[in-house]
């Protein structure tokens, strides 16, 4: 079973930008037909907030269209979200994720490889 495992998340101030890191350990490249990122704060449902499909195509959430951006490394194992104009609202644990079919808009059906996610913090 691969490994994923996020970085990069952080405590900043509204405004700011993160930039968030999913490696795939112990593999060279990684591909799956989705790959994505979800994050999940307390008292929320779990969101997907952007999606990358084997070809390449993104999908993003209203809620972060234009300030977040998806992409895959040259290395193919790793993934990165660009997080930029941050504000209190994208708080939360943010985790990247696999799945087997096609991306639905922002997210993975039926995800089945998870990272144990990093948190991110935006103050006001």
């Known amino acids: 079973q691969v490994r994923l495992v996020e970085s990069g998340g952080g405590s900043v101030q509204a405004g700011g930008s993160l930039r968030l890191s999913c490696l795939a350990s112990g593999y060279t490249t990684y591909s799956r037909p989705c790959m994505a990122w979800f994050r999940h704060s307390p008292g929320k449902e779990r969101e997907g907030v952007a999606s990358i499909s084997s070809t390449g195509a993104t999908a993003y959430a209203d809620s972060v269209k234009g300030r977040f951006t998806i992409s895959k490394g040259n290395a193919k194992n790793t993934l990165y979200l660009q997080m930029n104009s941050l504000k209190p609202e994208d708080t939360a644990m943010y985790y990247c994720?696999?799945?087997?079919?096609?991306?639905?808009?922002?997210?993975?059906?039926?995800?089945?490889?998870w990272g144990q996610g990093t948190q991110v913090t935006v103050s006001s």
């Open positions: 994720a696999a799945g087997p079919y096609v991306p639905s808009g922002s997210t993975c059906r039926l995800a089945d490889v």
